[in-house]
């Protein structure tokens, strides 16, 4: 199977940085695209930045000039957050489009997702 493993969430006060990672892990022939969506309490989730194979990374217009996202290798991905805001708080999810050793065609995987929380 295909495990995706979120860490760094947290509380920090507007205008903080944090820094999330997600490491994928298993039977993965490929990746071809990985990155971070984001729920908010009563909202649905959106998407917040991702990185595919051969492209220029892509971001949200809410996040853009504030996030970074990149990867280490070819099984994690890092999402640097700055100037953060209180509307940023939410329950940030990886995902991951990935052809697993056990699938006739690749799909979408997600993390169990990790809280941020912007706060005073």
């Known amino acids: 199977q295909v495990q995706l493993v979120e860490s760094g969430g947290g509380l920090v006060q507007p205008g903080g940085s944090l820094r999330l990672s997600c490491s994928a892990s298993g039977n993965i022939q490929s990746i071809t695209r990985m990155g971070w969506y984001r729920e908010a309490p009563g909202r649905e989730r959106e998407f917040v930045a991702s990185f595919t194979e051969g492209r220029p990374p892509n971001y949200a217009d809410s996040v853009k000039g504030r996030f970074l996202i990149y990867m280490d290798g070819h099984m994690s991905v890092w999402l640097e957050m700055k100037s953060l805001k209180p509307e940023d708080t939410a329950v940030y999810f990886c995902?991951?489009?990935?052809?697993?050793?056990?699938?006739?065609?690749?799909?979408?995987?997600w993390g169990k997702g990790t809280l941020v929380t912007v706060s005073p």
């Open positions: 995902n991951v489009y990935a052809h697993a050793d056990y699938a006739i065609l690749p799909m979408d995987y």
